[in-house]
């Protein structure tokens, strides 16, 4: 069983489970808020109703499935 303070080595550093936890939570963290981030820039483009939902996911590199999702949520707000 591991303890808490068990190191292992990952990328040929030795670290523990706390630290390893926590730069995973991190990790996760910045992720979410580049989401966030591109979710606000989305919801703006589409509120400014000059570029399809097609070329803002195309220009952005994002899934169609999720600007048409935020269209959606942008138009229900309206």
């Known amino acids: 069983m591991l303890s808490l303070l068990t ?8 670290t ?5 936890l926590r730069n995973q939570g991190i990790e996760k963290g910045l992720q979410q808020g580049i989401e966030k981030g591109r ?3 989305i919801e703006k483009l589409l509120s400014k109703g000059v570029l399809s ?3 803002i996911a195309s220009t952005l590199e994002v899934d169609l499935s999720w600007v ?3 269209a959606r ?3 229900g707000h309206k």
Request: aromatic share 8%; charged share 30%.
């Open 7 to 14: 190191t292992f080595s990952h990328e040929e550093e030795m």
């Open 16 to 20: 523990t489970v706390v630290d390893y």
């Open 39 to 41: 979710q606000q820039d």
């Open 53 to 55: 939902p097609g070329v």
């Open 68 to 70: 048409e999702e935020i």
């Open 73 to 75: 949520q942008v138009r």
